[in-house]
């Protein structure tokens, strides 16, 4: 069922409280990535095109324990969101009570109030009703923007919108859950989907709810030993999650049944697991399974393996890509994600990825204009795709 959007509210004259993502690094108080703030914009310009009065925005940042912390001030996302709008942001010091209600009272029509960081109450995170309450009186309608944040039941994500006259999703959530949803619901096949990374447990509950939907399952990255080792193959140092084991093998054996395919690398690049350390050491390209691998770990995936991943992914009209297919942080094992990034991007159909680390290889091979949809939400987008509801999205309404 589709969500109400902010285009079925109306805003004019309105208080408009957005809950955005920007949760965005930041590093001896300078911003070092503002994709988050960037991301946000359109639900925000769309509020002020329409007569909000004002737009107010609230987010979290970082972890600050329930306490204020200048560390994990909003205060430098102001300045930069006034720069990339053109217009005065009004900081109000606290999110809720005197120095909110005072700086909402005081901006009209055209003005943006952003609040300072929600974590600075505990009652955030424990979704406390009062707390909830008391943002919600500081607006007449309440959007919610921040699809990175929407797989927790917050009391700016969630209980919120039990407080507020009107509740709607922000374009940005509306632009997450309809590309999303569509790829579970109704990919164009060939459906591939391209999991890698480190660890099998972050996305068991992803691969369960994809294989009875998609037509392959590329498995790269760390992940893969997992799978090896239930094989019985020779795994040397390389990153293995030794409790899943039995959970790789009935993987295997569900996807059998369904006459899915499911390819694991053939081949990878080893290297002394020193390299992790940032040592400069030799690697090696070896047959999986071969136990030349020594106490070696594998790193990244191989040529033969780059050559039928890209294959399998360029006949596809629907890809969904988490995870790198190795340790792309150092160059030397980066040629597998990157190539993977590029085979993704060129593909005649729809191109979903979501992780950070995917996001960054995209960027890092250069094609990140050629990707049908980005998802922002790392934790929140893996939920999605496990199947999972997620409370943020769940509170908020249907679309009449
Ligand atoms: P994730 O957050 O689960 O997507 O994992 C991302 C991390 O997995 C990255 O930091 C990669 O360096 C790491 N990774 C990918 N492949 C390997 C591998 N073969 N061995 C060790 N780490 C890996």
């Known amino acids: ?30 911003i070092t990535d503002d994709t988050r703030i960037r991301a946000s914009l359109p639900t925000i310009q769309y509020a002020l095109d329409h007569g909000a009065a004002p737009v107010i925005l609230c987010s979290h940042l970082g972890r600050p324990k329930g306490k204020p912390d200048p560390e994990f001030s909003l205060k430098p996302v102001a300045a930069r969101l006034s720069d990339l709008l053109g217009r005065r942001v009004v900081f109000a010091e606290d999110c809720i009570g005197e120095p909110a209600r005072t700086a909402v009272g005081q901006s009209g029509r055209g003005a943006v109030v952003l609040l300072e960081n929600l974590r600075f109450h505990p009652e955030e995170e424990k979704n406390d009703p009062k707390f909830a309450a008391a943002l919600a009186s500081l607006a007449d309608v309440y959007v919610n923007d921040a699809f990175g944040s929407a797989h927790r039941a917050h009391a700016s994500t969630e209980g919120i919108v039990r407080h507020v006259k009107e509740s ?26 391209v999991l890698g990374g480190a660890k099998v447990s972050d996305k068991l509950e992803v691969i369960e709810n994809l294989i009875p939907r998609v037509d392959a399952l590329l498995i790269g990255g760390a992940m893969a030993y997992t799978f090896f080792k239930s094989r019985g193959l020779p795994v040397g140092a390389s990153l293995v999650e030794d ?28 290297a002394p697991a020193s390299a992790l350390k940032g040592e400069k050491v030799a690697s090696e390209v070896l047959a999986v399974g071969d136990p030349a691998i020594g106490d070696r770990a594998g790193l990244d995936i191989g040529p033969k393996t780059i050559g039928t991943f890209r294959g399998v992914i360029a006949g596809a009209k629907t890809v969904v890509w988490n995870g790198p297919m190795g340790v792309f942080e150092i160059d030397a094992f980066a040629k597998g994600t990157i190539e993977v990034a ?13 992780g950070g680390d995917s996001i960054a290889a995209v960027a890092k091979a250069g094609v990140t204009d050629r990707i049908t949809h980005i998802s922002t939400g ?9 199947g999972r509801e997620l409370p943020g999205v769940a509170a908020l309404p249907d679309k009449p």
Do not use: C, Y
């Not at 593909?347 to 979903?352: A, D, K, L, R, W």
């Not at 790392?378 to 496990?386: D, I, K, P």
């Open 243 to 270: 409790q899943l084991v039995d959970a790789a093998r009935e993987i295997e054996t569900r996807a059998k049944a369904r006459s899915l395919r499911v390819e694991l690398p053939a081949d990878h690049v080893v």
């Open 378 to 386: 790392g934790g929140a987008s893996l939920e999605f795709l496990a």
């Open 168 to 193: 709607a999703a922000g374009l940005l959530m509306i632009a997450e859950i309809e590309h999303l949803g569509r790829v579970l619901e109704r990919p164009d096949r060939p459906f591939v989907a």
């Open 342 to 354: 590029k085979a993704v991007a060129a593909i005649n159909g729809t191109s979903v990825i979501g």
């Open 1 to 30: 069922m589709a969500k109400r959007s902010i285009k079925d509210v109306a805003l004019d004259g309105r208080r408009v409280l957005i809950r955005v993502d920007f949760n965005v690094p930041i590093k001896n108080g300078a």
